[in-house]
Nanobody, 124 residues
Framework: QVQLVESGGGLVQAGGSLSLSCTASGRTVGPYAMAWFRQAPGKEREFVAAIRWFGGSTRYADFVKGRFIISRDNGKNTVYLQMGSLKPEDTAVYYC?????????????????WGQGTQVTVSS
């Protein structure tokens, strides 16, 4: 089992920045793809960004390209999400996810492990 704990959410004004982090513990030996998803009230959980274990190749949802950056520190089993130029529509609970292996998926079903989520609220 892998446990994921997110931190860094909060309230920010539109145009501002916020950084999230997610630390994995437990059975973390081996390559893991890690990702961020988000879920706004009344909406389905959607993909935001993902990063491979090796090489650091990344994938982003179109609506965050150029504004968000995903990165990871394998030595710390931690993935980060730097969010900039935030918009009110970015308001959501942000979830960290992990999946054993090297593939970088973009759907909920691609990930086996999930954090409890952290709230991000962007005011207009």
């Amino acid at each position: 089992q892998v446990q994921l704990v997110e931190s860094g959410g909060g309230l920010v004004q539109a145009g501002g920045s916020l950084s999230l982090s997610c630390t994995a513990s437990g059975r973390t030996v081996g390559p893991y793809a890690m990702a961020w998803f988000r879920q706004a009230p009344g909406k389905e959980r959607e993909f935001v960004a993902a990063i491979r274990w090796f090489g650091g190749s990344t994938r982003y949802a179109d609506f965050v390209k150029g504004r968000f950056i995903i990165s990871r520190d394998n030595g710390k089993n931690t993935v980060y999400l730097q969010m900039g130029s935030l918009k009110p529509e970015d308001t959501a609970v942000y979830y960290c996810a992990a999946d054993p292996g090297t593939a970088v998926g973009t759907t909920v079903r691609d990930y086996d492990y999930w954090g409890q989520g952290t709230q991000v609220t962007v005011s207009s």
